[in-house]
Nanobody
Framework: QVQLVDSGGGLVQAGGSLRLSCAAS????????MGWFRQAPGKEREFVAA????????DYSSSVKGRFTISRDNAKNTVSLQMNSLKPEDSAVYYC???????????????WGQGTQVTVSS
């Protein structure tokens, strides 16, 4: 089992950057694929990015590819999401999540952080 705590959200102007972090508790962190999702008001939770156990493989939604970078540090039990060139449409609550296999489907993820708000002003 793993517990996740998201942090790093905030208010930023369009074109700016933010770095989200997710701290995991438990000794099994390196056995989980980690992902980031986001949910804007009135919308469904959507996939943002995922990273494999070793960090060798990553996957991004088309809306963030080239602007966002997911990374992980298994020694520190952390996963991060570097967000550059932010747009107002990136505004949402961002959640980190853990699963056993690479997936873009939120239903596949077993553990979730509490979420961190990202607001991008135009």
């Amino acid at each position: 089992q793993v517990q996740l705590v998201d942090s790093g959200g905030g208010l930023v102007q369009a074109g700016g950057s933010l770095r989200l972090s997710c701290a995991a508790s438990g000794r099994s962190f390196s056995t989980y694929v980690m992902g980031w999702f986001r949910q804007a008001p009135g919308k469904e939770r959507e996939f943002v990015a995922a990273i494999s156990l070793s960090g060798r493989f990553t996957d991004y939604s088309s809306s963030v590819k080239g602007r966002f970078t997911i990374s992980r540090d298994n020694a520190k039990n952390t996963v991060s999401l570097q967000m550059n060139s932010l747009k107002p449409e990136d505004s949402a609550v961002y959640y980190c999540a853990a699963t056993l296999h690479m997936s873009r489907n939120a239903v596949s993820y077993d553990y979730w952080g509490q979420g961190t708000q990202v607001t991008v002003s135009s």
